[in-house]
């Protein structure tokens, strides 16, 4: 069995994840992985599962938060997703 890196758990369908980086890490849970190695969104502090916004180096959840959160360049930010033309 293998035991989680971020709660300690001994199971035996655990899973290992390697980063681009090379770190190894494992898991017992998605939830356990997402809580490790996903990025904060910078203004409201929700994790990043999806692929969120990144402007200038800095990681938002969505295009709100972009707009809200960074400089000028965030208010460029659109979201369209879903909008009617």
């Given at each position: 069995?293998?035991?989680?890196?971020?709660?300690?758990?001994?199971?035996?369908?655990?899973?290992e994840v390697t980063t681009?980086?090379?770190?190894?890490?494992?898991?017992d849970c998605f939830e356990?992985?997402?809580?490790?190695l996903a990025p904060t969104?910078?203004?409201c502090a929700s994790r990043i599962i999806g692929h969120g916004v990144e402007v200038e180096?800095?990681?938002f959840c969505g295009a709100h938060c972009a707009r809200e959160g960074a400089s000028?360049?965030?208010?460029?930010i659109r979201d369209s997703v879903g909008a009617h033309p």
């Amino acid at each position: 069995m293998a035991i989680c890196d971020t709660c300690g758990n001994d199971y035996w369908m655990a899973f290992e994840v390697t980063t681009v980086s090379g770190d190894r890490y494992t898991f017992d849970c998605f939830e356990c992985a997402i809580q490790r190695l996903a990025p904060t969104c910078e203004r409201c502090a929700s994790r990043i599962i999806g692929h969120g916004v990144e402007v200038e180096g800095r990681f938002f959840c969505g295009a709100h938060c972009a707009r809200e959160g960074a400089s000028t360049m965030g208010q460029q930010i659109r979201d369209s997703v879903g909008a009617h033309p």
